[in-house]
């Protein structure tokens, strides 16, 4: 395993929407879709130089916070390995296009680790589509 993957492979903090005014930004003007277990909210950013994740797992399907916060690791957890800079970034010159995404894990039941990273995947493939 060479050092570039395993550099490229983390989730670092500036890859995180931590504040709730821009959590609320990408959910009232980003565009939504639905990727069971998902619902998606996408906002393309052009001041950025790096795609920004929030996760969400409500507490009315959940009320226990184990139960949450195991979603929400699995969540990371998928998108950290499938994430588009894995291996062979491209350099920021490019004037590739960057989005802050939103994902609320809307799914009464804990899916595995293998179902999640299925569809955290698809919406990655489908953001990457939109970037070209």
Do not use: W
Not at 106 to 129: H, N
């Amino acid at each position: 395993m060479d050092v570039k993957s395993v550099v490229s492979a983390k989730f670092p903090k500036k890859e995180k929407i931590s504040s709730p005014i821009e959590i609320e930004k990408v959910h009232s003007s980003g565009v939504q879709s639905f990727v069971h277990p998902f619902k998606v909210y996408i906002l393309e950013k052009e001041e950025q130089s790096f795609d920004r994740l929030a996760i969400t797992v409500p507490k009315r399907l959940f009320k226990l916070a184990v139960s949450r916060n195991l979603l929400k690791r699995r969540v990371r957890e998928a998108y950290r390995l499938n994430k588009r800079c894995s291996g062979k970034c491209v350099p920021i010159a490019l004037e590739m296009k960057n989005f802050d995404i939103f994902l609320v894990y809307i799914s009464k039941k804990e899916l595995s680790f293998k179902v999640i990273s299925k569809a955290v995947k698809e919406i990655l493939e489908s953001i990457d589509g939109s970037k070209e």
